[in-house]
């Protein structure tokens, strides 16, 4: 098939996805648009990276995309008015999400004993976005839809895109490794784990809707949504072979396995918390016994040092000179120590590839107690709304052991990152939960695509995904 008529398809495809969204009878709130254009572009490309523009130095990397910061500034100002328009409260905020509160407290204050307080102080600007961008969700009338809303749109662009770059413009969505020399493709992303991610955390979710089909009752809606599901199930699974990224294909496994392990009802929904401390205990064991870590890591075709990683951890670690409080908020990959370390790997890492040392390094002990405090909260709280809306619980905790998995070989903790987006949408709870039970959900016929509760059901509506 000519490039040009494939591309033509697509914009076509993707023109009647959007459209077939717009005649649908459920209206949705426009500011769900900012965190769509704000996931896309932490899920692809920065704008820059789009432009062309970028330069990969030690300059550039200190000061960043003049126009990144622009388009960034733009969608959280947006944000922040769209915020102050609604009722939010932010003693229900911090009331509910004391761990989170702290931790972003904590990493501002770490501007002040940064190296290059200017710069942090801008990176942390920065990831204002993720809280509004997952309160704008979370606060709007009915945030399962609004959550819906916003995956699908953002799928609509990335995915259909991603194969289009792939299979008939290499010059976009393919390139080499420049470890291996090895080709490698990477759709509408610049790197083949950047794709990877993309797809883990899209696949996890369109699983959910293909787990969640019978809660809508229009039995047409039900069909539209299965086959939008499936295809872009279909989709992603391409893309994720294709990515041959070890680990997202960990990252899914282990979130399409809770979600699958809870919905068959193997493990109870007041058991959880007892069945990850024995899974912990016999991975540990087995770990011991059998020396499972390197047989897994051989299977996955990685070599022991996770292609050099564990290596960088350890040059990186030696580097760190304030083991309490940290260099400062995204203050360790810069200056001196950037140069040592671009110095002796040729591949210029500008993270530690592991976001618990990538935390460690960044804001010292203290934050990685407050980053540990903040997982276990989120935890507890997931476990607990199991109980009431099953559903929704599931997902969070899908992605929450999913993105614990990915930060073990890449730093999603940090700077603009769609999984640290991702983790405050979980991790966010807004208002209190105090759901009991979980009323089917009709679907208007015209509107397949949306999910909407009864209007009995409204606080119902309130506990999405968090």
Not at 98 to 125: E, H, N, Q, T
Not at 197 to 214: A, D, E, P, Q
Request: aromatic content about 14%; some cysteine; proline content about 5%.
């Amino acid at each position: 098939m000519p490039p040009s008529l494939a591309a033509l398809m697509t914009v076509a495809f993707v023109s009647f996805l959007f459209l077939r969204e717009a005649m649908g009878k459920s209206k949705v709130s426009g500011a769900l648009w900012l965190p769509v254009l704000w996931l896309a572009i932490t899920g692809s490309r920065f704008v820059s990276q789009w432009m062309g523009t970028g330069h990969y130095s030690i300059d550039s990397y200190m000061e960043g995309s003049p126009i990144d910061a622009i388009y960034f500034s733009i969608l959280i100002l947006a944000g922040a008015a769209v915020l102050a328009r609604r009722p939010v409260s932010v003693a229900a905020i911090v009331r509910n999400n004391g761990w989170l509160v702290a931790f972003f407290i904590y990493s501002f204050l770490a501007i002040l004993w940064s190296d290059f307080p200017f710069i942090a102080l801008k990176r942390w600007i920065k990831t204002v976005g993720h809280p509004i961008m997952a309160l704008i969700i979370l606060t709007d009338p009915d945030p399962i839809n609004a959550f819906r809303t916003v995956m699908k749109r953002c799928a609509y662009l990335l995915f259909p895109f991603s194969v289009l770059f792939i299979k008939y413009f290499p010059e976009y969505g393919r390139g080499f490794d420049p470890y291996t020399g090895a080709p490698i493709n990477s759709g509408v992303a610049l790197t083949k784990n950047d794709l990877g991610y993309l797809c883990w955390v899209f696949g996890l979710f369109f699983l959910w809707s293909l787990l969640t089909r019978t809660r809508i009752e229009n039995k047409a809606a039900r069909r539209v949504e299965v086959v939008l599901s499936v295809g872009f199930v279909g989709m992603i699974a391409w893309l994720l072979k294709t990515a041959d990224s070890a680990t997202a294909i960990v990252a899914f496994t282990l979130g399409a396995g809770t979600m699958l392990l809870l919905h068959s009802g193997i493990v109870g929904r007041r058991s959880v918390g007892i069945f990850v401390i024995v899974a912990l205990a016999v991975g540990g064991a087995a770990e011991l016994t059998f020396g499972v870590y390197g047989r897994v890591i051989g299977a996955l075709g990685r070599d022991p040092t996770l292609t050099d990683r564990t290596l960088v951890w350890a040059d990186a670690l030696a580097l760190q000179v304030n083991p309490l409080l940290g260099m400062g908020f995204e203050s360790f990959w810069l200056g001196p120590r950037l140069e040592v370390l671009w110095e002796k790997w040729w591949w210029h890492p500008n993270q530690a590839h592991n976001g618990y040392v990538e935390t460690y390094l960044n804001l010292g002990t203290i934050g990685a107690v407050l980053l540990l405090g903040m997982l276990v909260s989120t935890f507890r709280k997931i476990t607990r709304q199991l109980r009431g809306n099953f559903d929704v619980a599931c997902l969070r905790l899908a992605f929450l052991f999913a993105i614990l998995a990915f930060n073990f070989t890449e730093a999603g903790f940090k700077a603009v990152h769609l999984i640290w987006t991702m983790f405050y949408i979980i991790a966010i709870d807004y208002p209190p939960r105090r759901q009991t039970s979980e009323p089917r959900i009709p679907e208007m016929p015209s509107n397949p695509a949306s999910i909407r509760g009864r209007a009995g059901s409204r606080l119902a509506a309130t506990q999405g995904p968090k």
